[in-house]
Every structure is written in structure tokens, then in C-alpha cells.
């Protein structure tokens, strides 16, 4: 799939492949260090035509100004028009429904990851946003008022800053970061579900449950392993190497297909059968 537009005027920081509400197709949402989001509808096919065109493209609320950083996207798993976008030396999280502001929420320290979760509180179907900020998880509720639209937070070791934060098709919540540890949460009581200590040789920069069953994770470091375990057992199952260290790594929706590339060139993809 060809995406003929694309015009970021600085560096690219997270990409986002997801379902849209037309069958056959797909939304690819970009953002760069600037904050600048454009989101573009693609054919599964991969056919050129009308439809794989600019969708939307959204500037960010100073318009860029300043020092680029990391910046991340996410899109509401039951509202593909919703997108939150994270940047990180500016200490915000803005939400979008398509090309439309909605609010920005102001993070305590810098964010590195965010993912929507259920809100498994009201049973309602509805959605919140998971934010690693430092040593912490700040979890916001999009429709709250009080306290700036945060409702929780959770600290981590002191000095030891969380890079990824992902959640399961049960709503538990992992993060894990500098000090090599994989914990779980229960977003019902917030509380520790289990913590996978020193799981990683390396800082974790990436996480993701297994589609095929929950109980298991799959966790990236610096490095170049990445490894599936049982987290609530603390039992690595099997490792997947690269040739060098990771630059990226991601899981697919739904499945358990691996993909990342390294920084010799190279790009691995493995698909695990359950």
C-alpha cells in the first residue's frame, strides 16, 4: 500500500495501523516531533485510488513551536475518529476527533507510551487512557472534569521511568520501563496483579499480550531479544532475536504476528502459533 501524501516537515515519531468503519479499508495515523498528526485511509487491496488519499492533517495547539521530542498516537479502540496524541518535552496529551480538538490533558512528567483501555468500572463499554509518565501510570478519563481528566495514578521505583504501558483483550494493564520489571494491574481495584522482576537484561521499551491468551506477554528490551512468558508464573515460554538491537517492535491486532526492525537494517517478522 502506497501513501501518496504525506508531508511531515520533521522527524516521523510513532505510526498506527488500525480498523476504520468502512469494510476493506484501513486508517494509518503519523505523528512527527512537532506534534503534527495526519491520519490517511488505505485500500487493504492496495490499490491507488481516490480513496488512498489525505484524510485528515492536524497541527498541533501552538502550532510547533519550540523543541521537537517523542511523540505517540493512539487511536479509541471503539471510535476509530478518536486519536490522542502524547508529546513528551511539551507534557501533553491532545485528543482529536478527526481534525477536531477536543481538550488537552497536561501530564506531571514526560510521557514515553499510552494505550486505551475498558473502562472496566462502569461496564458500559466505554474507554480510558493508560499514559507512561516517568516512574509513574496516570490513567485519564476523557469525559472527567475534576483533576485535570486524570483518575488515578500509580508510582513506580523512584528515578526508574516507564517506556511502555499496553493492555490485554481483559483490560489488565502491564508497564514496564528501566528497572527490567513487567508489572500487571487490575484496573478494577488499581492494585498489583503480578510484578516480573529483572525479567529483562535490558530496560523494557516494549510490551504486548498475547492475542492467543492473555496469561502471556511478550516483552522487548534494548537489546536485540524479545521474549514471550507466562507473567503471573514469571516463566519465559520462547525468545525471538533480531541480528542487532531493536529500533522498533510491535505486535499486530488480533494476532500473533511480530514485526520489528534493527538497527544493522534488517526487518524480522515472526508469527506464533498457539
Excluded at 498506527?16 to 468503519?21: G, P, Q, R, Y
Excluded at 479499508?25 to 516531533?33: K, T
Excluded at 502491564?174 to 529483562?200: F, I
Excluded at 532475536?241 to 537494517?265: A, E, I, Q
Aim: include cysteine.
Amino acid at each position: 500500500m502506497l501513501v501518496n501524501r504525506c508531508p511531515h516537515r520533521s522527524e516521523i515519531q510513532s505510526i498506527v495501523l488500525t480498523e476504520s468503519d468502512s469494510a476493506g479499508y484501513l486508517m494509518l495515523g503519523s505523528v512527527d516531533s512537532c506534534g503534527h498528526l495526519i491520519v490517511s485511509k488505505l485500500h487493504i487491496g492496495g490499490e491507488v485510488s481516490d480513496d488512498s488519499r489525505l484524510t485528515y492533517s492536524v497541527l498541533p495547539q501552538d502550532c510547533g513551536i519550540g523543541e521537537g521530542s517523542w511523540a505517540g498516537l493512539c487511536f479509541s479502540p471503539n471510535q476509530w475518529s478518536m486519536a490522542a496524541v502524547v508529546r513528551s518535552f511539551c507534557k501533553s496529551i491532545d485528543i482529536y476527533d478527526q481534525d477536531i480538538h477536543l481538550q488537552t490533558l497536561r501530564t506531571l512528567w514526560y510521557p514515553s507510551s499510552l494505550n486505551f483501555i475498558e473502562n472496566m468500572s462502569n461496564g458500559n463499554g466505554s474507554f480510558i487512557l493508560a499514559v507512561a509518565e516517568g516512574s509513574q501510570l496516570s490513567i485519564w478519563d476523557l469525559r472527567m472534569k475534576e483533576n485535570g481528566g486524570c483518575l488515578h495514578r500509580i508510582s513506580g521505583s523512584l528515578g526508574d521511568n516507564f517506556y511502555a504501558v499496553c493492555s490485554s483483550s481483559t483490560s489488565s494493564i502491564a508497564v514496564g520501563g528501566a528497572d527490567r520489571t513487567v508489572t500487571v494491574y487490575d484496573p478494577r481495584r488499581w492494585s498489583a496483579l503480578s510484578r516480573w522482576v529483572h525479567c529483562s537484561k535490558y530496560e523494557i521499551t516494549g510490551l504486548a499480550f498475547s492475542s492467543i491468551n492473555s496469561d502471556y506477554i511478550y516483552v522487548q528490551g534494548m537489546d536485540y531479544e524479545v521474549f514471550c512468558g507466562q507473567w503471573e508464573k514469571s516463566e519465559k515460554v520462547f525468545t525471538f532475536r533480531g541480528d542487532s538491537n531493536w529500533l522498533g517492535f510491535n505486535k499486530s491486532h488480533g494476532r500473533d504476528v511480530l514485526g520489528g526492525w534493527c538497527d544493522s537494517g534488517s526487518i524480522f517478522v515472526a508469527d506464533v502459533v498457539g
